[in-house]
C-alpha cells in the first residue's frame, strides 16, 4: 500500500509532531508514505523529520485552477509509472485548508481519501466537499462528540473514530521538585480572548505567594490575547518567557510542572496529550468535546473560566505538590491506556485497509 500524507500550512506548523509519528508508525507496518507540503510558507525551515523529501504543492490559487495545482503533483508522484491510476492508494489529509486539494488529488490519481476532521469547526467544511458516491471517502474524527454533526450533514457512512495518540515516557517527569524552580506553561491558540486572560490573571493571582514559580506562554496567546501589557503590569517580565515556534520547543515546555489550557474550541491537540503521557499537572477548561479533559481523574477543570476560578485551581495545585504528583500519573496511565500511538495508527489502518477492499472487485458467481 502507498500512501499520500497531504499537509495544510496551519495543521504543518502546529502538529507536525503528528504528522511525523504516522509517518514512523506506518513505515513499521510496511507502508509507504509520501509527504506533501505546500511551498512557498517556509516550511522548509522548520525541521520536519520526515522518511523522505517531501513533494511540494502550490496552496493558493483561484478556484478554477485547483485541478491543475493537484494534477502537477500527482505528475510527480507517478513520473515513473505508465499511468496515474492504481500507484496510489490513500490520499490522507491533515488540516482542513487542503482537503479540497486532497480530494482533487485523490480522484485524479483514483485513490481513496481520508480527511483528518481534528476540529469540529471542520464539520462544514465536510458537508461542502460534494462528495460523489463513487469517492472512497472516509472522515477520521479523533473524539466520539465529533460524530454527531457529520451525521446530521448526511456524512454518517464516511465516519470512522481515530483518537489521537501520545508518546509515554519510560519515566513519568518529576514535577515540583524540590531541587528546581516551579514552571508553569500557558498553552493556548489565543482565539479565546477573554478566557487567555482570565486564565493569565487566574495564573498572576496564584503565584503572588510562590515567587519561586515561572511562567511560559507560546507566543500565540501572547499575541491574540494581548498579555504582554498585563505582564508588565503586574511586573512579572523576570518571571514570564514567551515560546515562539512552540512546536519546535515542544520539549522545553513538556519541562515545565503544570500546564494550563484554557481553550474549549472544540479542537484536539497532541501537546495536551503529550502533557498527559509524561505525567505534567493540568489544568484545563471545560471542553465537553474532548474525552481525555473529561475522562482522566487526573485533569482539574475549570467549569467557569473567570480569573477567580483558574487562580483557585492552580493555588491548589501548588499548595500540594504532592496531590499534584499523584494527579499528573493519573494522566499518565489514562493515556498509558487509552491514547498511545500505537493505537491511532492501528485505526488509521483500518479506515486505509476499510477504503481499498471498496476499490476491490466484487467475487463473480
Known amino acids: 500500500m502507498r500512501v499520500l500524507i497531504l499537509v495544510d500550512a496551519r495543521f504543518a506548523l502546529h502538529e507536525r509532531a503528528l504528522v511525523e509519528r504516522v509517518l514512523v508508525g506506518?513505515?513499521?507496518?510496511?507502508?509507504?508514505?509520501?509527504?506533501?507540503?505546500?511551498?512557498?510558507?517556509?516550511?522548509?525551515?522548520?525541521?520536519?523529520?520526515?522518511?523522505?523529501?517531501p513533494i511540494w504543492y502550490a496552496d493558493r490559487g483561484l478556484?478554477?485552477?485547483?485541478?491543475?495545482?493537484?494534477?502537477?503533483?500527482?505528475?510527480?508522484?507517478?513520473?515513473?509509472?505508465?499511468?496515474?491510476?492504481?500507484?496510489?492508494?490513500?490520499?490522507?489529509?491533515?488540516?482542513?485548508?487542503?482537503?479540497?486539494?486532497?480530494?482533487?488529488?485523490?480522484?485524479?490519481?483514483?485513490?481513496?481519501?481520508?480527511?483528518?476532521?481534528?476540529?469540529?469547526?471542520?464539520?462544514d467544511s465536510a458537508k461542502s466537499l460534494h462528495l460523489d458516491a463513487s469517492?472512497?471517502?472516509?472522515?477520521?474524527?479523533?473524539?466520539?462528540?465529533?460524530?454527531?454533526?457529520?451525521?446530521k450533514g448526511g456524512l454518517g457512512q464516511r465516519v470512522h473514530l481515530a483518537q489521537w495518540g501520545a508518546q509515554v515516557s519510560a519515566e513519568p517527569a518529576q514535577i515540583f521538585h524540590q531541587d528546581k524552580n516551579t514552571s508553569i506553561v500557558l498553552m493556548s491558540s489565543?482565539?479565546?480572548?477573554?478566557?487567555?486572560?482570565?486564565?493569565?490573571?487566574?495564573?498572576?493571582?496564584?503565584?503572588?505567594?510562590?515567587?519561586?514559580?515561572?511562567?511560559?506562554?507560546?507566543?500565540?496567546?501572547?499575541?491574540?490575547?494581548?498579555?504582554w501589557g498585563r505582564v508588565q503590569n503586574r511586573k512579572l517580565e523576570d518571571r514570564f518567557t514567551i515560546i515562539d515556534?512552540?512546536?519546535?520547543?515542544?520539549?522545553?515546555?513538556?519541562?515545565?510542572?503544570?500546564?494550563?489550557?484554557?481553550?474549549?474550541?472544540?479542537?484536539?491537540?497532541?501537546?495536551?496529550?503529550?502533557?498527559?503521557?509524561?505525567?505534567?499537572?493540568?489544568?484545563?477548561?471545560?471542553?465537553?468535546?474532548?474525552?481525555?479533559?473529561?475522562?482522566?481523574?487526573g485533569i482539574s477543570i475549570v467549569d467557569r473560566p473567570s480569573r477567580s476560578s483558574w487562580a483557585a485551581k492552580i493555588g491548589e495545585r501548588l499548595a500540594d505538590p504532592q496531590a499534584t504528583r499523584r494527579a499528573g500519573l493519573e494522566s499518565r496511565e489514562y493515556v498509558t491506556r487509552n491514547r498511545r500511538v500505537g493505537m491511532y495508527i492501528t485505526s488509521i489502518l483500518d479506515a486505509y485497509h476499510a477504503l481499498v477492499r471498496e476499490d476491490e472487485p466484487a467475487d463473480s458467481v
Not at 512552540?246 to 472544540?266: A, Q
Open 63 to 123: 478556484a478554477f485552477t485547483r485541478h491543475i495545482r493537484a494534477s502537477q503533483v500527482a505528475r510527480q508522484v507517478t513520473k515513473d509509472c505508465d499511468s496515474t491510476i492504481g500507484v496510489i492508494d490513500i490520499v490522507h489529509v491533515f488540516g482542513g485548508a487542503a482537503w479540497s486539494m486532497g480530494r482533487e488529488l485523490a480522484r485524479i490519481l483514483g485513490a481513496g481519501m481520508v480527511f483528518e476532521l481534528w476540529r469540529a469547526g471542520l464539520i
Open 135 to 151: 469517492d472512497r471517502a472516509l472522515f477520521l474524527i479523533p473524539e466520539r462528540p465529533f460524530e454527531a454533526g457529520l451525521s
Open 190 to 227: 489565543g482565539r479565546q480572548k477573554d478566557q487567555c486572560i482570565a486564565a493569565f490573571e487566574g495564573i498572576a493571582d496564584a503565584i503572588e505567594s510562590h515567587p519561586q514559580v515561572m511562567v511560559f506562554a507560546n507566543l500565540e496567546v501572547v499575541q491574540r490575547a494581548d498579555l
Open 26 to 53: 506506518l513505515a513499521d507496518e510496511g507502508i509507504m508514505a509520501q509527504v506533501v507540503l505546500p511551498q512557498g510558507r517556509r516550511l522548509e525551515e522548520k525541521g520536519f523529520d520526515l522518511i523522505s523529501e
Open 245 to 297: 515556534r512552540s512546536e519546535d520547543r515542544r520539549d522545553l515546555l513538556l519541562r515545565c510542572d503544570m500546564m494550563v489550557y484554557p481553550d474549549t474550541l472544540h479542537e484536539e491537540r497532541t501537546l495536551l496529550l503529550d502533557a498527559m503521557g509524561i505525567g505534567m499537572a493540568i489544568i484545563a477548561g471545560n471542553d465537553e468535546h474532548i474525552t481525555p479533559i473529561q475522562e482522566s481523574a
